[in-house]
C-alpha cells in the first residue's frame, strides 16, 4: 500500500526539521508492515528546488522505505535533484 506524506511535513513544514514529522508518519505506516509500499512526498506547486532540505528529509525515513517525490515546481527538474533522488 502506498503511503502519503502529511501536508504538515511537505506544505506547512516545507520539508524543514523533518525528523518527527517522518519518525510520526512511520510509526505509523509500521502497522502495515510487510504491505507498506512507497511514501509519497507531494510538494507544494509553489515550492522551489532545495535539494538540501530534499535530502535530509529522505534521510529521515529507513533505508527500507520506498520515498517517491512528486515534485511540481519547475526548478525541481535539475540535474542536482536527479542525484539526491539516485542516492
Not at 526539521?17 to 509500499?37: S, T, Y
Not at 538540501?52 to 515546481?73: C, G, K
Amino acid at each position: 500500500m502506498a503511503v502519503k506524506a502529511s501536508r504538515y511535513l511537505t506544505h506547512i513544514k516545507r520539508l524543514r526539521e523533518p525528523a518527527e514529522p517522518v519518525a510520526r508518519l512511520m510509526e505509523q505506516a509500521r502497522h502495515l508492515g510487510d504491505k507498506l509500499g512507497p511514501v509519497l512526498l507531494q510538494l507544494p506547486p509553489d515550492m522551489r528546488a532545495d535539494t538540501d532540505l530534499l535530502a535530509a528529509t529522505l534521510d529521515r525515513f529507513p533505508a527500507s522505505v520506498r520515498v517517491a517525490v512528486e515534485a511540481r515546481h519547475p526548478s525541481w527538474f535539475a540535474d542536482a535533484t536527479a542525484r539526491v533522488l539516485s542516492r
